[in-house]
T-cell receptor
Framework: DAGITQSPRHKVTETGTPVTLRCHQT?????MYWYRQDPGHGLRLIHY???????DKGEVSDGYSVSRSKTEDFLLTLESATSSQTSVYFC?????????????FGPGTRLLVL | GNSVTQMEGPVTLSEEAFLTINCTYT??????LFWYVQYPGEGLQLLLK?????DKGSNKGFEATYRKETTSFHLEKGSVQVSDSAVYFC???????????FGTGTSLTVIP
């Protein structure tokens, strides 16, 4: 199994509060991704990173920001959480080595915004 | 653009039944194709993949063949088990290998 951890695994917060989710990898992979998973939508890309301090937006980036100050860590921040951000969040990594790359996923963080 | 369409569930089968989950894709060029499986409360795990046309990916009794002419990558298993109950996602990666596109997932329940 790829060495990917996410913290926290579960979080309950209130509307309007900031929330930061952490993804940590031990594989030294170049690419890191944040997805959210919602019923009927499958996986939707929020943001991704292609190197330290290099990030870009995904399909559903509004209301989210990310940072990557080290290869192994990719943070997802909800500046002011809303109920629509209640979801399961998955981090993923890939080596960025070309078209035959595989994406590996962390265990997920379940976030409830009240 | 790139996209993946997979059959909607839920799918319920009896143990030892034959499984097919359909997946078709739209992509520029010849992407790599994947099937991921998600067990309850867990993240997605790679089940199998194929990187070029006519390749067959296989793992744990599951198979899928990369069909360029029909732009399909259907997942099959000859005899399902209760332990195969999970959500299955079809996915593709673009030509750079940096962007991945997922279907909406198909929930499978296998009953004894």
């Amino acid at each position: 199994d790829a060495g990917i951890t996410q913290s926290p695994r579960h979080k309950v917060t209130e509307t309007g509060t900031p929330v930061t989710l952490r993804c940590h990898q031990t594989e030294n992979h170049r690419y890191m991704y944040w997805y959210r998973q919602d019923p009927g939508h499958g996986l939707r890309l929020i943001h991704y990173s292609y190197g330290v301090k290099d990030t870009d937006k995904g399909e559903v980036s509004d209301g989210y920001s990310v940072s990557r100050s080290k290869t192994e860590d990719f943070l997802l921040t909800l500046e002011s959480a809303t109920s629509s951000q209640t979801s399961v969040y998955f981090c993923a990594i890939s080596g960025g080595g070309g078209s035959q790359e595989t994406q590996y996923f962390g265990p997920g963080t379940r976030l409830l915004v009240l | 653009g790139n996209s993946v369409t997979q059959m909607e569930g839920p799918v319920t089968l009896s143990e030892e039944a034959f499984l097919t989950i359909n997946c078709t894709y739209t992509a520029t060029g010849y992407p790599s194709l994947f099937w991921y499986v998600q067990y309850p409360g867990e993240g997605l795990q790679l089940l199998l993949k194929a990187t070029k046309a006519d390749d067959k990916g296989s793992n744990k009794g599951f198979e899928a063949t990369y069909r360029k002419e029909t732009t399909s990558f259907h997942l099959e298993k000859g005899s399902v088990q209760v332990s195969d109950s999970a959500v299955y996602f079809c996915a593709l990666s673009d030509l750079t290998g940096n962007q991945f596109y997922f279907g909406t997932g198909t929930s499978l329940t296998v009953i004894p």
